[in-house]
């Protein structure tokens, strides 16, 4: 039975996609930063009127099912007969999609923002490991070399008060480390055995997702102070632009991801935390050290390496795949 109720299903015969070019997977990317920093943006702006963060994550996941259930009734894609174990393994994603945000909430409060920041910044460095020590991958000596200029300069753009208390330390680690596992599980449901479309993928996780984040802001006391909130028409309008951006950025992220693969969709995450800093400098007039410029300069010379790096490599690995095939 699907994860989804009774909508029809088709059962694939798991065609072969045809490799996209260099150019297109930089598109890609570029199309990431642009909904990401818009979202990272709008979401600081919002969640300034309306401190609610699980209901705004709630807000976003059930978007994005009635964004997948527009797009499904107008046969943009189908849903694939999927096996009870595949139906736990997405209701499992679902939940470390949820847990991560909770993580990353409450280790926030138990250290400072650049520490929380640094440490975020091992994400790429937790994805190697696990990509290396569960899937047996092979890197070249220059995508190792390109990643450490992305995780030093995030840590000099951060350069601050480092305090952190022995939990929100602990905290902060696991939160790396399952940011860096949501998007490896991401890239191997689209790229592996099932081979979902950022579309189908998106439309099984939403609702479960509603459904966790809702929980959480049962059990953190945010719906009931939200029953005292006076929501007027104009921050309506805001949450459901807010939602729609957010369902953008989710079929955006999984396909980047699907295109790119996850390392390289951590590194962005990195050059984002940085681009985020810079448009503050721009519009916020936030005020930076010689330590901080060094930092975010580092980080976006080192991105792009390493996306140069990686993105040529994958392009050649499947150019030479294909060349066997023939």
Not at 101 to 127: C, D, E, G, K, Y
Not at 260 to 270: D, K, Q
Request: glycine share 6%; aromatic share 14%.
């Amino acid at each position: 039975m699907s994860a989804t109720g009774s909508l029809p299903l088709h059962t694939p015969t798991a065609p072969v996609e045809p490799s996209d070019s260099l150019s297109t997977k930089y598109k890609w990317l570029a199309i990431y930063f642009f909904f990401n920093l818009a979202l990272t943006l709008y979401n600081k702006a919002v969640l300034g009127n309306f401190p609610f963060p699980y209901v705004l994550t709630g807000i976003h996941t059930l978007c994005g099912t009635l964004g997948c259930l527009y797009f499904y009734m107008r046969g943009a894609f189908t849903l694939t007969a999927l096996t009870d174990r595949e139906n736990l393994t997405l209701f499992l994603f679902s939940l470390l999609y949820t847990i991560n945000i909770a993580i990353s909430n409450v280790s926030l409060n138990l250290v400072t923002v650049p520490f929380h920041q640094i440490v975020r910044a091992m994400t790429p460095f937790f994805t190697v490991i696990i990509y290396v020590v569960f899937f047996r991958k092979v890197y070249s000596a220059m995508t190792y070399v390109s990643l450490i200029p992305v995780v030093a300069g995030v840590g000099f753009a951060t350069a601050g008060d480092y305090y952190f208390t022995t939990m929100g330390f602990i905290l902060t680690l696991l939160g790396a480390f399952l940011a860096a596992l949501k998007t490896v599980v991401t890239n191997r449901v689209q790229t592996g055995r099932l081979r979902l479309s950022p579309l189908e993928l998106l439309f099984r996780m939403s609702p479960l997702a509603f459904v966790q984040c809702l929980i959480y802001a049962f059990f953190t006391g945010e719906l009931s102070n939200l029953r005292s909130y006076s929501m007027s028409g104009e921050m309506m309008f805001k949450l459901a632009l807010n939602g729609a951006i957010a369902f953008g950025l989710n079929v955006v992220s999984f396909t980047a991801n699907k295109k790119t693969g996850a390392l390289t969709m951590t590194v962005a995450a990195n050059v984002k935390q940085i681009l985020t800093i810079v448009l503050a400098i721009i519009f916020f007039h936030l005020a930076v050290t010689p330590m901080n410029a060094i930092g975010i300069i580092l980080t976006l010379v080192g991105g792009a390496w390493y996306a140069k790096v990686e993105l040529e490599n994958k392009s050649r690995s499947q150019a030479q795949a294909q060349n066997v095939k023939a």
